[in-house]
């Protein structure tokens, strides 16, 4: 599986993000995507998680009602939104595969993406 995070930056407090996670060589519909943050000296974490067929969606409590996940089946991608941002958001942002099922549990996922920095600050 080949796909790409892009779109992290630095944004102050309250500001928005829109994190992509692009696909190639094959189609989303049969992988649910999560979306996970690690931050220095933690453990990573799931933040969202949608089924391959879209239809079920996930979200850590943290990020409930900030963040919201979706996918563009056309342009085969996935998107984070992610809004009234926190410092303690601030860590590597990383999207993972794996069967239709969502999860936000990291070793349910074997394949994952590079990562792209999010750094929230004034």
């Known amino acids: 599986l080949q796909f790409a995070e892009s779109g992290g930056g630095l944004v102050q407090p309250g500001g928005s993000l829109r994190l992509s996670c692009a696909a190639s060589?094959?189609?989303?519909?049969?992988?649910?995507t999560g979306w996970f943050r690690q931050a220095p000296g933690k453990e990573r974490e799931g933040v969202a998680c949608?089924?391959?067929?879209?239809?079920?969606?996930d979200y850590a409590d943290s990020v409930k009602g900030r963040f919201t996940i979706s996918r563009d089946v056309a342009k085969n991608t996935v998107y984070l939104q992610m809004n009234s941002l926190k410092p303690e958001d601030t860590a590597v942002y990383y999207c993972a595969m794996r069967g239709a099922t969502c999860s936000l549990y990291y070793s349910d996922y074997l394949d994952w993406g590079q990562g792209t920095q999010v750094t929230v600050s004034s």
């Open positions: 060589g094959f189609t989303l519909d049969y992988y649910a």
């Open positions: 949608i089924s391959g067929s879209g239809g079920r969606t």
